[in-house]
């Protein structure tokens, strides 16, 4: 089983985050389908990190936040600081556009 620890050193962001996790789990408690053994609360703490530290802001036409997503294939692009792309939001779908040209073969690149 691979591990589920959090790496985070900052103590206070970690207990934010078992504070979110302690509520998902005594929603989850009393469900018929839910299993301590199967997900047991580190593991829910750990799946709340893992959500903070890789979630993307999904922002309206104003740009401004309106929810928070997961983008998996979003973050395979790596960070530069003069990127050759942005992401933009239609509804639910986040875009990959680009704001500069980009030759072929040129690593895609976006800032965050």
Not at 24 to 52: D, F, K, M
């Amino acid at each position: 089983m691979r591990s589920l620890s959090i790496d985070v050193s900052d103590k206070e962001t970690v207990e934010k985050y078992k504070e979110v996790a302690e509520l998902i789990h005594g929603l989850v408690l009393t469900e018929s389908w839910y299993s301590e053994t199967t997900c047991p609360l580190q593991e829910i703490v750990s799946c709340v990190g893992r959500l903070y530290s890789n979630r993307f802001s999904v922002t309206s036409y104003q740009n401004s936040d309106i929810a928070i997503g997961m983008y998996p294939l979003a973050y395979l692009i790596n960070h530069r600081c003069t990127p050759n792309t942005t992401f933009v939001f239609d509804g639910d779908h986040m875009l990959v556009r680009s704001i500069a040209d980009i030759k072929k073969g040129e690593e895609i690149n976006v800032v965050v």
